[in-house]
């Protein structure tokens, strides 16, 4: 248990469906992160929200979209994806302003996209 | 750009020791992690360097060189719960962290 609860843990959906990714952390972290993982590849940063508002957005494309309603919750929605997007997203926070900014992560939530 | 290299995969067996290198090259350094994670499961935080050195916690250790841009982790009397991927992680100038694709290590009885 690292403190980051993410929901579901496995999701398929069609490509004409919309659907959540939810993370919450119990930390009292002020930043919190999406990351997609796709086999062999290094993990990549979609989203950074510190203190509610976000701050990074590496070129995600649109049918991704996050939602931080507070410092604890995190969302990610998406809407028509693609087959390539298939992937473990993984939810993570950490407390920024630190030098050593150990991020936590949830379990992560297996997309199959078909 | 920025890259992180770390081997694929590597074998090794119980109770031996392995050495996972790990070797970058990002714009600005604010210290190195490594990460374990085991298959389905989330990554979980193993070391820190920010300093040259070794840094020993238990059966684990992490060397880092900032002038040679590389890094190795340490692995000692190896178990099979070992066996899970190993991620390397710089944090860079913006304190963005920049992974590489992680080295899978297989522990053979």
């Known amino acids: 248990e690292t403190g980051v609860t993410q929901t579901p843990r496995h999701l398929v959906m069609g490509m004409t469906n919309k659907k959540s990714l939810k993370c919450e952390q119990h930390?009292?972290?002020?930043?919190m992160y999406w990351y997609k993982q796709s086999a062999k590849k290094p993990l990549e940063l979609m989203f950074v929200?510190?203190?509610?508002?976000?701050?990074e957005n590496n070129s995600v494309p649109s049918r991704f979209s996050p939602e931080c309603p507070n410092s604890s919750h995190l969302f990610l929605h998406l809407h028509t994806l693609q087959p390539e997007d298939s992937a473990l997203y993984l939810c993570a926070s950490s407390q920024e302003g630190q030098g050593n900014t150990e991020a936590f992560f949830g379990q992560g939530t297996r997309l199959t996209v078909v | 750009g920025q890259n992180i290299d770390q081997p694929t995969e590597m074998t090794a067996t119980e109770g031996a020791i392995v050495q996972i290198n790990c070797t970058y090259q990002?714009?600005?350094?604010?210290?190195l992690f490594w990460y374990q994670q085991h298959a389905g499961e989330a990554p979980t935080f193993l070391s820190y360097n920010v300093l040259d050195g070794l840094e020993e916690t238990g059966r684990f250790s992490s060397f880092l060189s900032r002038s040679k841009g590389y890094s190795y982790l340490l692995l000692k009397e190896l178990q099979m719960k070992d066996s899970a991927s190993y991620l390397c992680a710089v944090l860079d100038s913006n304190y963005q962290l920049i992974w590489g694709a992680g080295t899978k290590l297989i522990i053979k009885p």
């Open positions: 930390l009292g972290h002020n930043a």
């Open positions: 990002t714009s600005g350094f604010n210290g």
């Open positions: 929200y510190n203190f509610k508002e976000q701050t």
